[in-house]
């Protein structure tokens, strides 16, 4: 029994020993680094870094589109936050604020930029589409804000804040996206015009 009871203990740590001390987290961490530094998120190389094989970095994430929604997600929540730590006022000014420098951050984010540039078809449908995963939770951040300030007596819609949340999202993805849609430069600076007369 003796015996028995030494294997199993000694087994046990060797397992322990065996298991990689990574994790789904580090190839999060990692992406995050790949998609800011302006590259292309590959899941061998992220898999050679971590010195897993590619099946494991899969069953960790699910697909390279659901790592890459996480990433901009990420990037997304950071993004909005500091526009709003940043941004004063109340009401429909505020959310146009908000707005407006969430959507210069975006313009102006390196790691975006790469990322538009080297599969922006591929990133058109996968950011712009509600079948994506970045655009649906988008919408309800700017829907959490029309929803505080409507709730706190300081703006009113003429339409469900849900229904007025899509369109304002439509709007920022127009200028973020334009250059790939229309091949034009969007002028960063009159979003905000925009905002504060949709929110007046």
């Not at 010195?51 to 901009?72: C, D, F, H, P």
């Amino acid at each position: 029994m003796a015996a028995k009871r030494t294997n199993t203990a000694l087994d046990r740590l060797l397992h322990e020993q065996a298991a990689p001390a990574v994790s789904a987290l580090d190839a999060l961490h990692l992406a995050k680094r790949k998609f800011l530094g302006g590259q292309r998120i590959d899941m061998g190389e992220i898999a050679d870094e971590l010195g897993v094989n590619r099946v494991t970095v899969y069953r960790w994430v699910g697909s390279r589109e659901k790592l890459i929604a996480e990433v901009l997600w990420w990037l997304t929540q950071r993004t909005f936050e500091a526009a709003a730590k940043q941004a004063g006022g109340k009401g429909g000014a505020r959310i146009a604020r908000i707005l407006s420098r969430y959507t210069l951050a975006v313009m102006t984010n390196d790691g975006m930029q790469a990322f538009l540039a080297r599969e922006g078809e591929i990133a058109m449908r996968f950011l712009t589409s509600r079948q994506g995963e970045l655009q649906p939770r988008l919408v309800g951040l700017v829907q959490q804000l029309l929803d505080e300030q409507m709730a706190a007596g300081r703006l009113r819609l003429p339409i469900p804040s849900a229904e007025f949340a899509f369109l304002l999202t439509r709007l920022i993805e127009s200028y973020v996206y334009r250059r790939y849609i229309t091949g034009d430069a969007a002028d960063s600076q009159s979003i905000e015009a925009i905002l504060l007369h949709m929110l007046r």
